[in-house]
Structures are given as structure tokens and as C-alpha cells.
């Protein structure tokens, strides 16, 4: 048995169910974890597995978040799209979205793509 780099006592064993989350996205990985300690150890080749996912899904690279204050409207609450974003997704100004309620206090925005 490894002997771990936190806690030194040789607790380390493999394990395939290294629970990481990356922008509300769950991704379960094969690694090593210490059970004495239970930090947990995923080797490069893992990782690597996990950012090439994570960039498909357009998760990875730099965090964009962004604060706003929602507007009312006589029809309705309005959120206003902030140019960088705008013009990062190449928006016209006439796409249709699908809007949805994530967990208790977060809203996904997904623009309908030709």
C-alpha cells in the first residue's frame, strides 16, 4: 500500500468513484483515496479525461460570472444580456432561449443555436 502525502500513514487504495464538480456538472473519476485522511488523488491521465469533457460541454476556462440587477417591466422581471456575453455567442438580438430552473436560487439561460 502508498503511503500518503497528507496524513503519512500508508492508508491509500483505489478507488473509482472520486466525485468532482465542475460548474453544476458531476464528473466521477478513478483514483486513489487515503482512508485514514480521505483526500483523494486522481492521476493526470484522469484529469486530462475530465477537461476534455468539461471543454465540450463549454465548462472549462475562464469563470464568467457576472453581477446584475433584474429590471421589472409591465409584462414581466427583465435580465439584461451584458455585451461581452453578447458578443462572445455572436447574439443578434432575435434568438429564442429556453430558460430553466436550476436547484433552489440559479436560472440556466441556453440559447437556441441555428
Known amino acids: 500500500m502508498k503511503t500518503c502525502p497528507i496524513c503519512h500513514k500508508e492508508t ?67 435580465l439584461r444580456i451584458p455585451t461581452d456575453i453578447e458578443k462572445n455567442l455572436h447574439l443578434k438580438g432575435n434568438e429564442d432561449v429556453f430558460i430553466s430552473k436550476v436547484g433552489s436560487n440559479k436560472i440556466l439561460v441556453e440559447v437556441e443555436m441555428d
Open 12 to 78: 491509500i487504495s483505489k478507488v473509482q468513484d472520486i466525485v468532482n464538480d465542475i460548474e453544476g456538472y458531476n464528473f466521477v473519476l478513478k483514483g486513489e483515496r487515503c482512508t485514514s485522511c480521505g483526500e483523494e488523488f486522481i492521476d493526470e491521465e484522469e484529469g486530462q479525461r475530465m477537461i476534455h469533457i468539461a471543454k465540450k460541454f463549454g465548462i472549462w476556462g475562464k469563470p464568467l460570472r457576472l453581477h446584475r440587477k433584474l429590471s421589472k417591466s409591465a409584462r414581466g422581471t427583465v
